[in-house]
T-cell receptor
Framework: AQSVSQHNHHVILSEAASLELGCNYS??????LFWYVQYPGQHLQLLLK??????LVKGIKGFEAEFIKSKFSFNLRKPSVQWSDTAEYFC????????????FGTGTRLQVFP | DAGVTQSPTHLIKTRGQQVTLRCSPK?????VSWYQQALGQGPQFIFQ???????QRGNFPDRFSGHQFPNYSSELNVNALLLGDSALYLC???????????FGPGTRLTVL
């Protein structure tokens, strides 16, 4: 069965620090990849997505992610975080195996201090 | 353009009861998926509806059932509630498959 692993459960940073959140998935075929963010008290919002093409994708609010097929990874990055980036971040995968199941990782809680 | 809406926002039930949660998809979307998000966990796929039929199902018991109406809105029903059913239930809608899913704010279900 497909699965998604997020290795960082809780990350604490100061403003202006760089961010990298790890995401690995287990599936040998074609996938669509997503990063969602859940700000406190708000619903899940899409940060960025990868369907095909350039493996370096840019999303909203200065976030980007790189798809490395050989490593089954889709890590999220931001060069300089802000206090407003404090949120829960979820990596998710849809596998092209005749299902439309969006499979989520367990999430990474990011706290940014001023 | 309204996004995905869900009702109610919060719900408290007791063990053994039944509950119905509702979802209206984003305008123009025809596919609705339901997820369960337990505290501290990522959302878990329950099932997906398209053209009023259940198209895919996750690893959830038959106590979880659903319905999609001709206007694409959807309901999630849970029978014989257990304490472990306490969670945030999320509805997501999409237009194509597999594509980007837009999430609603969720319904917080507490089972006592």
């Amino acid at each position: 069965a497909q699965s998604v692993s997020q290795h960082n459960h809780h990350v604490i940073l100061s403003e202006a620090a760089s961010l990298e959140l790890g995401c690995n998935y287990s599936y040998g075929g074609t996938v669509n990849l997503f990063w969602y963010v859940q700000y406190p008290g708000q619903h899940l919002q899409l940060l960025l997505k990868y369907f095909s093409g350039d493996p370096l994708v840019k999303g909203i609010k200065g976030f980007e992610a790189e798809f490395i097929k050989s490593k089954f990874s889709f890590n999220l990055r931001k060069p300089s975080v802000q206090w407003s980036d404090t949120a829960e971040y979820f990596c998710a995968v849809i596998a092209f195996d005749n299902t439309d199941k969006l499979i989520f990782g367990t999430g990474t809680r990011l706290q940014v201090f001023p | 353009d309204a996004g995905v809406t869900q009702s109610p926002t919060h719900l408290i039930k007791t063990r053994g009861q039944q509950v119905t949660l509702r979802c209206s998809p984003k305008s123009g979307h025809d596919t609705v998926s339901w997820y369960q998000q337990a505290l501290g966990q990522g959302p878990q796929f329950i099932f997906q509806y398209y053209e009023e039929e259940e198209r895919q199902r996750g690893n959830f018991p038959d106590r979880f059932s659903g319905h999609q109406f001709p206007n694409y809105s959807s309901e999630l029903n849970v029978n014989a509630l257990l304490l472990g059913d306490s969670a945030l239930y999320l509805c997501a809608s999409s237009l194509d498959s597999p594509g980007e899913q837009f999430f609603g704010p969720g319904t917080r279900l507490t089972v006592l």
